[in-house]
């Protein structure tokens, strides 16, 4: 695929104590298509997303973003990066001493120079945009609820319009109402923005919902690779077992 | 990256070009806002126009409701349809209204309104006080549920990894008062006075509150920052579920184990600062260590110890008190936990030294 947005390749992943969670995981993704990266706990699903967001460096291997290598990437190529892809943290990570206008506001503060009344429009805008009322702008992220947090930090993610959104399990915590309007927002985001979207989920209603394609992390490496429906029909029994469960509920729902 | 453009065609229409996205808008913001003035009609082609994000499309939808208000018909046409499905959902985004203006504060408002802050917050520590003296009672009754291994582990961490710190801060102390008094008594040529004038003040003011204000510093700011993180991780919340009480928990283990390290500490800092002195004694005015040690009980006596070593239960009370009491008023995060320390600090120094002026009255009415 020559123009994959992410591009992973042989990676490998150790800790201190030699341990290695990741030994050749290699998959890719494409323009505007959502990926969710799944797997059972310890596979390293986070150690792959702090390693794509250069928050953490591998072990070996290649990680492009755009086309660009991050392995030995300089200070200022990486920041160009970063202001091309948003990242929605797992507990929202807002900024406590801020409120949601100004968290979003934030980036656009230090990466432009845009005067100050448009970046308070825009920054409206964005929270609008993720469905978050009016006065939410004016709340400090202690005084939302869970759900309305995690808008918030999609939000911040997409403060700059960046092509790319990592969302790091962005329906976990939450009731399955408020995870099914996320679900609905990400794919009205990818839809209008023209976002490409990699998450971590364990949510298996959410998975069914928005993701184009799953890769499954399992043995140091990506077990399977593909749609959901595809993946349920898999050779490996981790990968089978793992999406069978949701056949079973789904049968007893329409029974 | 080709930055956003405006260009004015000859027939009085205008042409959007190059990237109207966040980084490459900056040089049309004004001239955006410009463009209805003084027309009827404005048609704007946007046929060039290479690619658009939210903040474009926002200085579009902004455009459009300028020419709205002002009764400009406008025209835009040539945008792709995923350019105008893009506009069209920025256009969703219903204005902002306009905000009710805050009231402004008077100064006798504000200053009313702080006084009664801290008058509410010195009520709360009251309560809190009081709230730590019946666990405390509690406790008495049942012997069995003080937490030794606790009350150890703040004795060790308050007072014996303290010793270095204060014997050094007390020593260079007990210098600078010799010094500072040395100089005068020497053109008196009272020099043996030295000895009075170090061994007084280290035993009675300064050893106590010095020793006190090191330790609010150093302990009450730790207290503060470990319950005010426990408060917003809801470990606090956690423990008062299971039955546990957080004030016998985390709050008398703490102040006990300080009530026992402060005085210690405190008869330390009275050694090293005496000690300080006698050196300074010796190099500026000649007394030798021998006519210090003869000289000190003319004047200074068990009292003098006593008076300041007395003291220093009080001040450990204090200073625990008011540090477990701003961490359990942090609420929200990583701000508050900064803010609380600060305060807690603060408070306590500030209440050392209310509390040491007071003992100062009292002992001077009883007249020791």
Not at chain 2, 76 to 89: I, R
Request: proline share 5%.
């Amino acid at each position: 695929m020559a123009g994959a947005v992410i591009e992973v390749r042989d990676l490998k992943s150790c800790f201190d104590g030699g341990y290695c969670v990741h030994d050749t995981v290699s998959f890719q993704v494409a323009p505007r298509e959502v990926v969710a990266v799944v797997g059972g706990s310890g596979t390293g699903k986070t150690v792959l997303l702090r390693e794509v967001i250069m928050l953490r460096e591998p072990q070996g291997g290649s990680i492009r973003l755009f086309g660009e290598e991050l392995v030995g990437i300089g200070e200022r190529a990486a920041d160009r990066l970063r202001n091309r892809f948003g990242v929605m943290f797992q507990q929202g990570a807002l900024f406590g001493s801020l409120t949601v206008a100004q968290n979003v506001a934030t980036p656009l503060k230090e990466h432009t120079d845009l005067p100050a009344d448009l970046i308070e429009e825009i920054a409206r805008t964005k929270i609008a945009l993720v469905g978050l009322p009016p006065d939410a702008g004016n709340k400090f992220p202690r005084q939302l609820s869970g759900g309305m947090l995690k808008r918030a930090a999609v939000a911040r993610a997409l403060a700059l319009d960046p092509d790319l959104l990592f969302l790091d399990e962005p329906t976990a915590g939450l009731d399955p109402l408020s995870a099914e309007g996320l679900d609905r927002l990400i794919l009205q985001l990818r839809d209008s923005l023209g976002l490409t979207v990699m998450m971590i989920s364990h949510d298996l209603d959410s998975l069914w919902r928005v993701a184009d394609r799953v890769v499954f992390l399992g043995e140091k490496r990506v077990l399977a690779e593909g749609p959901i429906p595809q993946l349920t029909e898999s050779s490996h029994p981790l990968v089978r077992d793992y999406f069978s469960r949701l056949r079973g509920r789904e049968a007893k729902e329409s029974a | 990256m080709s930055p956003a453009a405006i260009t004015t065609r000859p027939d009085g229409s205008f042409a959007l070009a190059g990237e109207w996205t966040i980084h490459c808008i900056k040089a049309v913001t004004g001239g955006v806002a410009a463009l209805p003035k003084g027309r009827e009609a404005l048609a704007i082609d946007a046929s060039a126009i290479e690619a658009i994000d939210t903040a474009g499309a926002l200085l579009l939808v902004q455009l459009s409701r300028h020419c709205a208000r002002q009764g400009v018909a406008l025209s835009l046409s040539g945008l792709a349809p995923h350019q105008q499905a893009l506009v069209d959902l920025v256009a969703q985004v219903p204005e902002p209204e306009p905000e009710p203006p805050q009231p402004a504060q008077g100064l006798l408002e504000r200053l009313g309104r702080r006084t009664m802050g801290h008058v509410e917050q010195g009520i709360e520590l009251l309560a809190f006080l009081g709230e730590a003296v019946v666990a405390l009672l509690r406790t008495w009754l049942r012997p069995r549920r003080i937490r030794w291994r606790i009350l150890w582990g703040v004795v060790q961490a308050a007072g014996v990894n303290a010793i270095p710190i204060v014997a050094l801060l007390s020593f260079l102390i007990g210098i600078v008062i010799a010094y500072q008094g040395g100089v005068q008594l020497k053109s008196y040529g009272a020099n043996i006075f030295v000895v009075d004038l170090v061994a007084l003040t280290m035993l009675r003011e300064l050893g106590p509150m010095m020793t006190a204000i090191i330790v609010a510093g150093r302990t009450g700011s730790a207290y503060t920052a470990e319950i005010g993180t426990m408060m917003v991780t809801e470990e606090v919340d956690a423990m008062r579920t299971m039955g546990i009480s957080p004030m016998e928990l985390l709050v008398l283990p703490k102040m006990f184990g300080l009530v026992i390290a402060l005085p210690l500490l405190t008869m330390l800092a009275d050694i090293a600062g005496i000690l300080g002195g006698m050196v300074m004694a010796f190099l500026l005015l000649g007394v030798d260590f021998n006519d210090f040690i003869a000289r000190m009980p003319v004047n200074v006596t068990a009292t003098s110890f006593l008076v300041g070593i007395g003291k220093a239960p009080f001040f450990a009370a204090i200073v625990a008190l008011v540090g477990c009491f701003q961490g359990f008023r942090v609420s929200g995060g990583a701000e508050s936990v900064g803010q609380q320390t600060t305060i807690s600090v603060v408070q306590a120094i500030f209440l050392v030294i209310v509390a040491n002026a007071g003992f100062s009255i009292l002992f001077s009415t009883v007249g020791i």
